[in-house]
């Protein structure tokens, strides 16, 4: 029986090279990086830099690199999003633990896919995407798609695949009080499962965003990075503006990840 909790990847924001039989287009590369901390006792756990291609204002694909607070690379993520706008293909993988999950798509079929380390044996899950879908970092676009209901006070409900259980499960999202990040303030939104009593024994997510400019701030939740049981746990992940003293060994050079 598969215990693991549940696993969010929600941050957002490289090129990784398309092949495209059409005119060719223009891409934009956007980088930034985010600093994860235990949201138990605050401290500084790792970070992720992002390097994002945008084409015709919309992310096709980024990639994704981890690294201790030593500045040791601890995962790597690319994700595709040339099939899906909130359902990436995408693969993540620990080199450490021999650790991978993603989301593939082979003649049509689309697979979660899960490695629990190098000599494991491959499991796969297959599910069909809705435009109600999202998945791993999918989870930003979906909810900026959303973003007007979510400020009216709308519940949004949607499906969530989570490669890492191997599982669709049902999620809601709906706007909470709003905070305040380098000083600037930001509107909140809070996703929980979708599901009687279930929700109640999982700790929900909360996103902060800059409302004029939609760019996701902070996430509270579970993280993607693993601890010494090979589980994901709670992080508090803030994209600053100004790199951290404790990120002093962490490289955020675009095209240097």
Known sequence: MNTRPLLFCLPALVALGFTSTGPARAAETQ?????AYHLEDGEYAYSEHHEQSIIDGETESWK??????????????????SANPFVPLYQMNMPGS????GIRR????WQMLRREGEDAALE????????????????????????DSLMQGDTVKFRFAVAGRQ???KMKSRRIDDGRFEGRPTVRFETELDM????????????????????LKEYRGLGNMHDASGDPYPVR??????????ADRVSTNCGGA
């Open 237 to 246: 992940v803030s994209y600053y503006s100004e790199k951290p003293a404790e």
């Open 167 to 169: 599982s669709v499960i």
């Open 64 to 81: 994704v690199t981890y690294r201790s607070p030593a500045g040791e690379i601890i995962a790597r993520k690319t994700l595709d999003f």
């Open 31 to 35: 980088c930034f990086t985010g600093y």
């Open 124 to 147: 796969t899950e297959d599910f069909e995407p809705n435009d109600r879908m999202a998945a791993d970092s999918g989870f930003h676009p979906f909810v900026v798609s959303r973003f």
């Open 106 to 109: 082979e003649d049509g079929q």
């Open 98 to 101: 021999g650790y991978m999950e």
């Open 196 to 215: 009687f009593l279930v929700s109640f024994l999982v700790d929900s997510l909360v996103l902060a965003y800059h409302e004029q400019t939609r760019e």
